[in-house]
């Protein structure tokens, strides 16, 4: 099994609380466009700088290393991508805020811990997991 379909499949089984839930596919889209060196945070290392800035560096760290995943609460996101833009994201979605918030605070550390399985960002950065991502999600 691939990276990308033990992703997918981490993140649509019961443990991780994607099953069946119907908010999972917009924010798998606002996860990847974070994540993407094309969605205006800079990728991954632009990210990694955000989380930094918001006295938030640890939580990102922790999910780039091979060690245990530090937690982040819906209210740290909302610290770090400021309230503005969490709004923007919930309107582009179709999601209220706290989804937004509350469904990438779990989605966010299993994506980069599985996107980063040596430890660190790879120098060719993770557009092309998050492009082969996006062909095997649903569409709606």
Do not use: C, K, Y
Request: net charge negative; hydrophobic share 35%.
């Amino acid at each position: 099994m691939g990276l990308l379909d033990a992703l997918l499949s981490g993140l649509s089984s019961p443990s991780s609380g994607g099953g069946g839930r119907s908010d999972l596919t917009p924010l798998l889209q606002i996860a990847m466009q974070l994540l993407s060196s094309q969605g205006g945070q800079g990728g991954l290392s632009g990210l990694a700088e955000q989380f930094q800035r918001a006295g938030l560096g640890p939580q990102m760290n922790s999910w780039i290393s091979t060690g245990q995943n530090m937690s982040i609460s819906p209210d740290q996101l909302q610290q770090v991508f400021g309230q503005g833009s969490m709004q923007q994201m919930a309107s582009g979605s179709g999601l209220s805020v706290d989804q937004v918030s509350g469904g990438l605070s779990d989605l966010l550390p299993q994506m980069i811990d599985r996107l980063t399985p040596h430890g660190q960002i790879p120098a060719s950065g993770i557009d092309g997991a998050l492009s082969e991502l996006s062909r095997m999600m649903p569409r709606q």
